[in-house]
Nanobody
Framework: EVQLVESGGGLVQPGGSLRLSCAASGFNFKNYAMNWVRQAPGKGLEWVSSINNGGGSTNYVDSVKGRFTITRDNAKNTLYLQMNVLKPEDTGVYYC??????????????WGQGTQIAVSS
C-alpha cells in the first residue's frame, strides 16, 4: 500500500522557519517526482513545489521562491520542504503528493494526510 506521512508542522512566528518531512512507503520512491501542495484556510489547493525523481530539478510557485527549498533523500524514501522567512500567508495544510512519472507535470496519484502550518505572532 502506498503511504505518505507528513510531519514537521506547527505554529511559528513570522520570519521563522520550519522543515516538513514526508516519509514514503509502498512504492519505489526514487522513480517518481514528488510535490508539495498547500491549502490555506477557506481557499483552494495551491501547488507549492516539485522535485524530479533524482532531485536535480526543482520548481516553485513564485510566492515561495527564495524562501522554500524542496529536497529528497532517496536512500531514506523521504521528501523535505525547508521553509524560511515564513509569512502569515503561508498558513495552511501542506500535503505531500506523489505524481505519475519521474519529472515534469504529471497526474497526482497519492496524497498524504497533510500537516498544519500556522504562521502567527
Amino acid at each position: 500500500e502506498v503511504q505518505l506521512v507528513e510531519s514537521g508542522g506547527g505554529l511559528v512566528q513570522p520570519g521563522g522557519s520550519l522543515r516538513l518531512s514526508c516519509a514514503a512507503s509502498g512504492f519505489n520512491f526514487k522513480n517518481y517526482a514528488m510535490n508539495w501542495v498547500r491549502q490555506a484556510p477557506g481557499k483552494g489547493l495551491e501547488w507549492v513545489s516539485s522535485i524530479n525523481n533524482g532531485g536535480g530539478s526543482t520548481n516553485y510557485v513564485d510566492s515561495v521562491k527564495g524562501r522554500f527549498t524542496i529536497t529528497r533523500d532517496n536512500a531514506k524514501n523521504t521528501l523535505y520542504l525547508q521553509m524560511n522567512v515564513l509569512k502569515p500567508e503561508d498558513t495552511g495544510v501542506y500535503y505531500c503528493v506523489k505524481q505519475r512519472g519521474r519529472a515534469g507535470a504529471g497526474t497526482y496519484e497519492k496524497w498524504g494526510q497533510g500537516t498544519q502550518i500556522a504562521v502567527s505572532s
